[in-house]
């Protein structure tokens, strides 16, 4: 049964063209829930973490939100750049304190 | 500052043929993650340490994967023998748990294929 499902598994868009990719999860007692970008060949990349319902997190054009069974990852006004594979990930109370339950990340590919 | 560091970066090998990844962590990093990433798949957890002492390996394929961590700074994971399944990307991890969510970094991981 997975404990974090990300949607879509892939989004293309066009440049400019904003949009949200989505990550449920089902474990109870969340620590942390964080996005990371990962590149092709390169190891993810730290972007956010969110501890609470109600919490909001921005960088550049990126923007996190958390409620208590989901967060999503808004992309404004998307660039080539924005290009990538973002991942979702849980730590929560029950599980062996600190690891990290990973989501299978969406692709995203935005169009000049 | 530097980053976590990984080596090799890409490794060829034949089934059977033993294999070894190295990690080098973020300076002052008490805790080193290792995990193993599927193509199209999010990392999966194969050990924890916290310090020199493997915490958490329940994930780790113990017949043929083993890892260690002297002095609580570098990491070595050793697989002997390879499969044809092992092929992935081993990613290393570190952190520095001294709060109750501790951020993890991910070094640029070692490609495996296996033939």
């Known amino acids: 049964e997975d404990q974090v499902t990300q949607s879509p598994e892939a989004l293309r868009l066009q440049e400019g063209e904003s949009s949200s990719l989505n990550c449920s999860y089902t474990v109870s007692g969340l620590r942390g829930l964080f996005w990371y970008r990962q590149d092709p060949g390169k190891g993810p990349e730290f972007l956010f973490t969110?501890?609470?319902a109600g919490e909001e997190k921005e960088k550049e054009r990126l923007k996190a939100t958390l409620t208590k069974k989901e967060s999503f990852l808004h992309i404004t006004a998307p660039k080539p750049e924005d290009s990538a594979t973002y991942l979702c990930a849980v730590q929560y109370h029950g599980g062996s304190q600190g690891n990290l339950i990973f989501g299978k990340g969406t692709k995203l590919s935005v169009k000049p | 500052e530097a980053g976590v560091v990984q080596s090799p970066r890409y490794k060829i090998i034949e089934k059977k043929q033993p294999v070894a990844f190295w990690c080098n962590p973020i300076s002052g990093h008490n805790t080193l993650y290792w995990y193993r990433q599927n193509l199209g798949q999010g990392p999966e957890l194969l050990i924890r340490y916290e310090n020199e002492e493997a915490v958490d390996d329940s994930q780790l394929p113990k017949d043929r994967f083993s890892a260690e961590r002297l002095k609580g700074v570098d990491s070595t994971l050793k697989i002997q023998p390879a499969e044809l399944g092992d092929s992935a990307v081993y990613l290393c991890?570190?952190?520095?748990?001294?709060?109750?969510?501790?951020?993890?970094?991910f070094g640029p991981g070692t490609r495996l294929t296996v033939l």
């Open positions: 969110l501890y609470s």
């Open positions: 991890a570190s952190s520095n748990r001294g709060s109750l969510v501790d951020t993890q970094y």
